[in-house]
Antibody, heavy 124, light 108 residues
Framework: EVQLVESGGGLVQPGGSLKLSCAAS????????MHWVRQASGKGLEWVGR??????????AYAASVKGRFTISRDDSKNTAYLQMNSLKTEDTAVYYC???????????????WGQGTMVTVSS | SSELTQDPAVSVALGQTVRITCQGD??????ASWYQQKPGQAPVLVIY???NRPSGIPDRFSGSSSGNTASLTITGAQAEDEADYYC???????????FGTGTKVTVL
């Protein structure tokens, strides 16, 4: 079964750190670009960042709102992607999803597999 | 601009047709993809590329694009189509992704 399973969410104080994991199964993880997307309660989806495959030099990119505080990494031997979150702010409170980006023959691309999400609450 | 703008809410009578639009400069260069999200659930891909549906998505969902606007059309809306819908694409730099502001679809 093709799936992504996030873990590691929880309650953390402002200024603290948290590391999320995204375990993949059922597809070739090593060749996939992996992204993180978050959603605050009652709000829309917000792209957080991505990491490309080894063939694309594990290139990362981040949204301006998290750049310098969040780091995305991956361990292809464990079929797992990570989101290290430092200097957390109350506005980082959200459900965090990992998702795979697939490129299609007609030039389009899309997030075709999503995890169930993990909740991160930043509060004192 | 790196933003994708959607109407906040639309309603459609059961069995009728509704079109959801997504506007942004980057759509002149890149395709949009569309996602359906129901309360408490992860988003689900419904349309990608020029006008493609993943396996399992009903053919009442279709996509189109013109200029800086991408559209998702539901032809013959069903009660189970009531959800939030988001578009997504690259931003104008091509290096980042951006989601639309989201549209809540109500089926009357």
């Amino acid at each position: 079964e093709v799936q992504l399973v996030e873990s590691g969410g929880g309650l953390v104080q402002p200024g603290g750190s948290l590391k999320l994991s995204c375990a993949a199964s059922g597809f070739t993880f090593s060749g996939s670009a992996m992204h993180w997307v978050r959603q605050a309660s009652g709000k829309g989806l917000e792209w957080v960042g991505r990491i490309r495959s080894k063939a694309n030099s594990y290139a990362t990119a981040y949204a301006a709102s998290v750049k310098g505080r969040f780091t995305i990494s991956r361990d292809d031997s464990k079929n797992t992607a990570y989101l290290q979150m430092n200097s957390l702010k109350t506005e980082d409170t959200a459900v965090y999803y990992c998702t795979r980006l697939t490129y299609y023959y007609d030039g389009g691309d899309a997030f075709d597999i999503w995890g169930q999400g993990t909740m991160v609450t930043v509060s004192s | 601009s790196s933003e994708l703008t959607q109407d906040p809410a639309v309603s459609v009578a059961l069995g009728q047709t509704v079109r959801i639009t997504c506007q942004g400069d980057s759509l002149r260069s890149y395709y949009a993809s569309w996602y359906q999200q129901k309360p408490g659930q992860a988003p689900v891909l419904v349309i990608y590329g020029k006008n493609n549906r993943p396996s399992g998505i009903p053919d009442r969902f279709s996509g189109s694009s013109s200029g800086n606007t991408a559209s998702l059309t539901i032809t013959g809306a069903q009660a189970e189509d009531e959800a939030d819908y988001y578009c997504n694409s690259r931003d104008s730099s091509g290096n980042h992704r951006v989601f639309g502001t989201g549209t809540k679809v109500t089926v009357l």
